[in-house]
């Protein structure tokens, strides 16, 4: 399984890729975002939902677990780190095989109940301003998203 890489120098590059994710994703897509507080979790998150077609303000959906959004596809934004050590289910089936793209952080959290497909992506702090986001697809479908941005 390939691990694709790229480091990020500045918030405009960061949108600059998850734009370009965000550009080839539909529904029932399903992306997890790992990383430390303050890594870009959300910046990513917001970036991608205007790629399709959120105009709404995203925000962490930290304490409400859960915030869904209307744009070309609808978006469920997940936030499930306060599910960790708990057997709570918000009817994963209909969330991750529905007709929204899903974008889940802390998903470490909820692993067993992860579809089997899904784009994996670390973000890790390299420096000040700088991070190395690293992609791992987990299907041909988002082994080939990932070959169409990096080549």
Partial sequence: MAVWKKEIGSIEEMEKLAA??????????VLTLEGDLGAGKTTFAK??????????????PTFTIIKQYEGNYPLNH????????????????????????SIIEWAQFIEEELPEHRLEIVIRHIG?????????PKG?????????IFT
Wanted: aromatic content about 10%; proline content about 5%.
């Fill in 20 to 29: 370009a994710i965000g550009s080839y994703l539909q529904p029932p897509d």
């Fill in 47 to 60: 970036a991608l939902a205007k790629s399709i077609g959120v105009t709404r303000t995203v925000s962490s």
């Fill in 78 to 101: 997940l936030d499930v780190y306060r599910l960790a050590n708990s057997d709570e289910d918000l009817g994963w089936d209909e969330l991750f095989y529905g007709d929204a793209i």
């Fill in 128 to 136: 000040p301003h700088t991070r190395t986001v690293e992609l791992t």
């Fill in 140 to 148: 041909e479908r988002f082994t080939q998203i990932c070959e169409e």
